[in-house]
């Protein structure tokens, strides 16, 4: 209604100087146009702020997730958790193994070994090898297969932001640091639940990386039930999901290597935050000390931190 009168008095106004039909439609053109000109001005200018703002945040990890999203149909199976872990894991332990395999020979390996004189033998990383392809067909799918069905995978279109999967990543593996101490603890204090739930662990008083998940089901499923709830509880995105579980493996594989490298993890983190591979190997050996599967604040708050250095 607006419109219509403001063109009205536009035409009276128009009349009353002597300009007729032609003009007039040429006056409206040409403000028609001015407007179309301002409006798509105006839209571009949105447009560049919306784009510099996806830029900031998110544009350094959508080509990735943009990659990942083209296997969305294997990502959203319920036969993909299972088989990432296992491929991720093998795949991490695989360089320990034939380490230890040339070990023998090449004397220059011995100097990272924090048990030089140690190398796993076949009949120490076959029952490895075969407990965790076992446990995790048995018992992980299934879980897995549960969870799937309660909680369809959705991949959103958007990457996160950069900080927060940081963020995320950090806050879940403190989350899992914190959880872990406490079963730990536990277990080493309450004689019923070290017999039942941790001893097939530290029957390898030696680590290596086949090692690693040598455990019982109870404790795998344990570590399993803290990642799924870590997760949920941060509502993390599917891409930090998979760093996560990519990074937590890889550490976990790490502190059990027999391995003490220039580039180990607790070399990489300053002031003595992480404690790394000498640090679990030492738990092992003494049992009463350094809980913590990572980071050493909790073992440095209740007295049981232990140097390697020192023992």
């Avoid at 204090?189 to 998940?213: D, G």
Wanted: glycine share 4%; hydrophobic share 45%; proline share 6%.
């Amino acid at each position: 209604m607006q419109a219509l009168r403001s063109r009205e008095r536009e035409k009276r106004l128009l009349t009353s100087h002597g300009a007729g039909p032609k003009a007039l439609r040429k006056v409206r053109r040409t403000r028609a146009a001015a407007a179309a000109r301002h409006n798509l001005t105006m839209s571009g200018h949105n447009n560049s702020e919306l784009l510099v703002l996806c830029s900031s945040s998110q544009l350094f990890l959508q080509p990735l997730w943009d990659h990942l999203k083209t296997w969305e149909t294997l990502i959203q199976s319920p036969f993909f958790p299972v088989f990432f872990s296992i491929t991720t894991y093998l795949g991490f332990c695989l360089p320990f193994v034939v380490l230890d395999v040339l070990c023998p020979w090449v004397p220059a390996l011995r100097r990272y070994k924090i048990h030089p004189d140690f190398s796993p033998s076949v009949w120490q990383l076959l029952p490895c090898l075969g407990l965790t392809l076992y446990q995790h067909v048995v018992f992980v799918f299934p879980m897995t297969l549960l969870h799937w069905a309660a909680s369809p995978v959705l991949l959103p279109p958007e990457a996160p932001e950069l900080l927060q999967l940081v963020r995320h990543i950090v806050l879940c593996l403190l989350l899992f640091d914190t959880e872990f101490f406490i079963w730990h603890v536990l277990h080493h204090k309450v004689p019923w639940l070290y017999r039942t739930f941790h001893k097939m662990h530290h029957q390898n008083s030696s680590s290596f990386a086949l090692a690693t998940q040598y455990m019982s089901v109870g404790e795998l499923l344990s570590l399993g039930v803290f990642d799924m709830v870590n997760i949920m509880l941060l509502r993390c995105h599917p891409l930090t999901v998979l760093i996560f579980h990519v990074i937590n493996i890889w550490l976990s594989v790490e502190d059990h290597s027999g391995y003490d490298f220039p580039w180990s993890t607790h070399r990489l983190v300053p002031f003595g935050w992480y404690g790394g591979v000498t640090h679990h190997d030492l738990h092992h050996s003494q049992f009463n000390c350094n809980f913590a599967p990572y980071f050493t604040h909790w073992d440095k708050i209740l007295g049981t931190l232990r140097s390697a250095h020192a023992k």
